[in-house]
């Protein structure tokens, strides 16, 4: 039996309907113990204050952000070679989810940002790139949603999606030159040396595994809502062809 | 594929809108960029780099949807993918067309309106020479968007939409190279990395919008 | 160069219309397809001149060998009636349009830009094009659409001539052309429901 069967949508409508209720419930129970651990169970920054918390939010949802788009690369790329219809709709399905997560991302960014730059939006590398991200959702949600012919919009978004990614990290780095900026380096990485204390790390890390499942979770229900949508499609087209 | 290039070239003439149309508009926003900041030639010259590359974007995009969707319309679009020619050798002559109709002329008009924007004398050679390396890397981004919205009616905004965050690259690696070079600063490597950006599109792009414009005749 | 077309589907809009056509068109000879209006001449005209990939099937013959002309002339209004001629000859590299005028008796209008044609003259204009492709195989959807008698005599006639040197025509159309052809009625090939019991792959 291989991999790909699960690629067949009646096959996945099973699967995911057994899994979703596990799913939601871990997702509930690692993403409340997380939080809570980080509310209020940390002991507040020496410099930052309290305002450090934001950090169980704005890592994970700006992390999120990025993979999202990086998922829904891998699954264009795989309607594009294998034509497996349930990869382009969960890349679908996924982009919303993307776009919320940097919409987040950038608010939640912005609250912290005031009390400790003093500023609400400052145009530094990060930020920007953020923003720029959650245009190119923009456009491949819309380009989605133009587009009256199921299989010609899979394919027309594929192709964006590869060549808007291509562009996102030429961006990233043209945006690098631009400007070095504010934004602290990574909170969190394997080199000891540049992370938050430990005292930090692991609530942070629960939240971004939460968070990772809140994404499986959301990502399953919503191409399962796709399935149905494109079933229906299929239908009306074949009940006018009659 | 000369044949088509000349014969692009005789409409966007004949038709008129492409060519004159792109410089009004960059003239435009040349000239009303200083009612919305004030007089100050200090301040405008800071800021006129940015200004005309942003000038030179906008105007390009304005005549984008022009270049497949009048092909797709009157049926040409259909008859030239059954023809001898290469649909990824369609897109880099429609490409080139849409570049010598605005990117040029943009390029050549660039330094007068340099002068309205009171730019610093030592940028003038760099205004000329990114906006002549980076446009070319517009019309090619912008002919891909185009391809991706062939099919839909009413498709302009959407393609704006598509297309300027693909623009990002090139407008800052442009706008910087005027900059440096008005500061009297390197400028070598955003001139490289603009010519690395263009040339990388060239290769590329024709092929990704070719893949787009069969899916959109099917 | 004979086109054969083995058990060919068709899909529309992502759903399958025609299903298991099967026909020889040999050199020298004219096909006419019929049936009703939606039954996917078109798309199966579009299929085997290599616009539209097929569900299923083989279609014999290289798309590099076929002139397809549509329903859209695909002419271009602010070009004269030469200009367009030219070009298309460059296109398919070939140089001599002036067999293609008389054909079509364009040879007044020749300095005309295409905007002041009448739709006829532009159709005639449209089909001169066919000529100078140099392919062998015409693939026509409903070519005498606009055209008066004496315009569908001189397109009959340019027919002939075509398959007199040699070259074949496969027509979908609804009217005699008076042309010593074969019909292929598609209506028996009208592709039948998939079973109602849930769905696969394809969503069908």
Not at chain 1, 64 to 78: D, E, F, H, K, P
Not at chain 2, 54 to 63: D, Y
Not at chain 2, 123 to 131: E, N
Not at chain 3, 83 to 99: H, R
């Amino acid at each position: 039996m291989s991999f790909w069967e699960y690629a067949n949508p009646k096959r996945f409508m099973a699967l995911s309907s057994a899994a979703l209720p596990w799913l939601t419930g871990l997702t509930a129970l690692v993403l409340g113990v997380g939080l809570i651990w980080g509310f209020f169970f940390t002991p507040d920054d020496f410099r930052q204050g309290s305002t450090v918390k934001i950090i169980y939010i704005h890592v994970p949802s700006a992390f999120i952000a990025i993979n999202a788009w990086l998922m829904m690369l891998v699954t264009s790329l795989v309607w594009l070679i294998r034509r497996h219809h349930v990869s382009v709709l969960a890349a679908r399905a996924a982009a919303p989810i993307g776009l919320a997560m940097t919409a987040i991302g950038l608010i939640t960014g912005a609250v912290w940002g005031q009390p400790m730059w003093g500023t609400w939006w400052e145009w530094d590398p990060r930020l920007t790139s953020f923003l720029i991200l959650g245009l190119f959702y923009l456009g491949y949600i819309a380009l989605w949603e133009a587009i009256d012919d199921a299989d010609t919009a899979a394919d027309l978004t594929s192709v964006l999606c590869i060549v808007g990614s291509v562009f996102a990290v030429l961006s990233r780095y043209a945006i690098l030159f631009w400007n070095q900026g504010l934004h602290q380096g990574a909170s969190l990485s394997l080199d000891k040396e540049e992370n938050v204390h430990d005292v930090f790390a692991y609530p942070l890390w629960t939240c971004i595994i939460g968070f990772v499942l809140l994404f499986i979770t959301l990502v399953l229900l919503r191409t399962r809502t796709e399935i149905r949508a494109r079933r229906v499609q299929a239908l009306i087209a074949r009940e006018r062809m009659a | 594929m000369i044949a088509l290039l000349i014969r692009d070239l005789r409409l966007a003439i004949r038709t008129g809108g492409g060519f004159g149309l792109g410089l009004a508009f960059f003239l435009i926003i040349a000239v009303l960029v200083p009612f919305g900041v004030g007089p100050d030639s200090a301040i405008l010259g800071r800021i006129a780099p940015g200004i005309l590359w942003v000038g030179a974007l906008l105007s390009c995009l304005l005549s984008l949807d022009r270049i497949f969707a009048l092909d797709f319309e009157d049926g040409s679009l259909d008859l030239l993918a059954t023809a001898p020619i290469p649909l990824e050798g369609l897109v880099g002559v429609k490409a080139i067309s849409h570049w010598l109709t605005t990117g040029l002329p943009l390029t050549l008009a660039a330094p007068v309106l340099g002068l309205l924007l009171s730019l610093p004398e030592d940028a003038y050679p760099w205004l000329i020479a990114s906006l002549l390396i980076g446009t070319p890397a517009l019309s090619f981004i912008g002919a891909f968007g185009a391809s991706l919205t062939v099919g839909i009616k009413r498709g302009g905004l959407l393609l704006s939409l598509l297309v300027l965050p693909l623009y990002v690259p090139t407008l800052i690696f442009g706008a910087e190279t005027i900059r440096r070079g008005a500061e009297g600063l390197a400028t070598t490597t955003p001139l490289i990395m603009l010519g690395a950006i263009t040339l990388g599109t060239l290769a590329v792009l024709p092929f990704a919008a070719a893949a787009a414009i069969r899916v959109n005749l099917r | 160069m004979e086109l054969q077309v083995l058990d060919l589907g068709v899909i529309r809009g992502g759903v399958p219309i025609l299903e298991g056509v099967s026909f020889t068109l040999a050199a020298g000879h004219v096909l006419l397809l019929r049936g009703p209006n939606g039954i996917g001449k078109t798309t199966l005209l579009r299929t085997i001149a290599g616009l539209q990939p097929a569900l299923s099937g083989e279609v014999s013959l290289d798309p590099e060998a076929v002139a397809y002309a549509a329903h859209a002339d695909g002419l271009k209004a602010t070009l004269t009636v030469r200009e367009n001629l030219v070009f298309w000859a460059q296109v398919y590299g070939t140089s001599d349009i002036a067999p293609a005028l008389a054909a079509f008796e364009l040879q007044p209008l020749i300095d005309r830009p295409a905007q002041n044609l009448s739709a006829g003259q532009k159709r005639r204009l449209g089909l001169a094009r066919l000529l100078v492709t140099g392919r062998p195989l015409w693939v026509l959807d409903e070519p005498t659409v606009s055209l008066d008698t004496a315009a569908v005599a001189m397109f009959a006639a340019a027919v002939r001539a075509h398959c007199a040197a040699g070259g074949s025509a496969l027509i979908a159309t609804h009217i005699d052309l008076g042309l010593d052809s074969d019909t292929l009625d598609l209506a028996p090939f009208k592709a039948k429901a998939p079973a109602q019991d849930g769905f696969d792959e394809a969503f069908l």
